[in-house]
């Protein structure tokens, strides 16, 4: 009985804390949202446009350190103004790679140049803000962070949910769902501005170079479970939620562990793991 008992303990020791419930809700929120703007970008193949627009979050930031602005400020006009480049770019909303790895080393030159000058100004001088965009600390987060990711992800869902079934159309066939008169272009850019959202709204706590990988493992994993596209959509949510919450926990438990590499690892177990099941040929549809 008390062995059966433990996990529950550890649970309620866990969220009897401040610091790591802001983490579960705050990171509950970030995944559900990543994960299903990350399947759009998998079944696409815009993963690198996932990337470059996590690089767009820490350099946003630091333009707004450097300008004494609010670092919210810098992350999300940073990543909403290049979402839409990307998407004026892009034949249909879909810039190719050649595009995004132009845009990519625009902004990292950038990144670095604001990175400077924040760092060497007279008024500031601290680097750990741009350390924490680039690896995040979601074991910080206030209260207000904490509540403005939740409202900010919770919107991210609800958009995407009523995009949902046009842009899939799109995803998959986008010549016939041009010629049925499906706004293509739109879509596509819509696509890019939410993803834009949610990395603005990650990059704090799971940091700009870990985005990636909660934008695509747990879409890849969710796409080997199932093919169908409404259930690997909301599955990769789901999966991701699963899996940031398990990070947490095992960082939580280990604490010589940072929590966005154990979430990291948790995801590439995750998807390890399907990977193996689907080449043994233990498909399980869902």
Known sequence: MILALAPLAGVGHFLGQEFTRNAALAGGAIAVAAGMVGYFLVVRAQVFTGDALGHAAFTGALAALAAGLDVHVGLFAGTILVALLLGALGPRGRADDVVIGSVFAWLLGLGVLFLSLYTTSSSTGDSRAGITVLFGSIFGLSDHATVLAVLTCLGVVLVLTGLARPLLFASFDEAVASARGVPVRL????????????????????????????????????????????????????????????????????????????????????????????????????
Do not use: K
């Open 187 to 286: 879509l596509g850019t819509a696509l890019l501005v939410l993803v834009a959202v949610t990395a603005a709204e990650a990059a704090p706590a799971v940091g700009a170079l870990q985005l990636l990988g909660l934008l695509t493992g747990p879409a890849a994993t969710a796409l080997l479970i199932t093919r169908r596209p409404f259930r690997a959509l909301a599955l990769s949510g789901g999966v991701a939620l699963v899996e940031v919450w398990l990070g947490l926990g095992l960082a939580y438990a280990v604490p010589s562990l940072p929590p966005t590499f154990a979430i990291m690892a948790v995801i590439v177990a995750g998807y390890g793991a399907a990977r193996v099941a689907d080449r043994a040929g233990r498909r399980v549809e869902v």
